[in-house]
């Protein structure tokens, strides 16, 4: 398997890694309390879904909103949709932030051993790999321009 086909997997697997979260984080707005606790929503959101406040469904619509943009933009990196605007800058961000995140819930693990589930392990390995996913695809899709140029020059 070459290097662009690996890419465009990738790519792809981030695309549906968002839409899954897009989904599970939507069914927290019926479900409720104990779906926003399960998702290790922060304690704030947790509260606001048990008292009914319009806090919680509006903070959950905004996040699906971020993650359907990552789906979507993994999708144009990938070249399943029409290249949108700043895709290059959108797939960077998606990249860093998702290799971040990943990183972040490992070394949650150590020093709040007590928060640490299956699912918060799990998830960050995911997110891990969608960041890496998407920095390789960077690098090896010709469809959008590399992270570094190798532009040599004749002199």
């Known amino acids: ?20 979260t897009v989904v599970a984080h939507m069914a927290c707005i019926p479900l409720g309390e104990a779906c926003y606790r399960a998702q290790l929503a922060p304690e704030f959101l947790i509260e606001a879904a048990k008292q009914g406040t319009l806090l919680a469904p509006v903070a959950t619509v905004f996040v699906s909103g971020l993650f359907g943009l990552c789906a979507a933009y993994a999708l144009a990196g990938a070249g399943y949709m029409k290249r949108l605007p ?67 020059t004749d002199t």
């Open 86 to 152: 700043l895709t290059k800058l959108a797939l960077i961000t998606i990249a860093t932030l998702c290799t971040l995140r990943g990183l972040a819930g490992m070394g949650l693990s150590f020093v709040l051993p007590e928060l640490v589930t299956l699912f918060s392990v799990v998830a960050s390995a995911l997110w891990f790999i969608c960041g890496v996913l998407t920095f390789l695809a960077l690098k090896w899709l010709p469809s959008i321009p590399p992270l570094q140029s190798n532009i040599t």
């Open 1 to 20: 398997m070459n290097k662009e086909r690996i890419a465009i997997l990738g790519l792809l697997f981030v695309a549906l890694m968002a839409t899954v």
